[in-house]
């Protein structure tokens, strides 16, 4: 079992700057891909990055891309989101995510994750 815990986020300015992160417990989570989801009221959770196991692979949603950075540090079981020039419309609760363990690859599939943060509010007014 691997439970996630979110921290950051917040109210910034269109055009700033947030980050996002998140700390693992439970079971090692360095073989298992992680990724970032977002939520609006009366919408579907979206994807909007992943990175592999190993770090060495990322995928963006083309919404994000350019301006957010998903990494992470195995060592500290942790990942990150930081969110640069940001806009209204990325305003949303904002969700970490990890695979099964040994479930390394990057994916952009919101069903594909099995454990999930509590989701930390960002706000971006214009």
């Known amino acids: 079992q691997v439970q996630l815990v979110e921290s950051g986020g917040g109210l910034a300015q269109a055009g700033g700057s947030l980050r996002l992160s998140c700390v693992a417990s439970g079971r090692t989570f360095d073989n298992s891909a992680v990724g970032w989801f977002r939520q609006t009221a009366g919408k579907e959770r979206a994807f909007v990055a992943t990175i592999s196991g190993r770090g060495d692979y990322s995928i963006y949603a083309d919404s994000v891309k350019g301006r957010f950075t998903i990494s992470r540090d195995n060592a500290k079981k942790s990942m990150y989101l930081q969110m640069d020039n940001l806009k209204p419309e990325d305003t949303a609760v904002y969700y970490c995510?990890?695979?099964?363990?040994?479930?390394?690859?990057?994916?952009?599939?919101?069903?594909?994750?099995?454990?999930w943060g509590q989701g930390a509010q960002v706000t971006v007014s214009s």
């Open positions: 995510a990890a695979r099964r363990p040994n479930y390394a690859l990057a994916n952009a599939e919101l069903d594909r994750y099995e454990y």
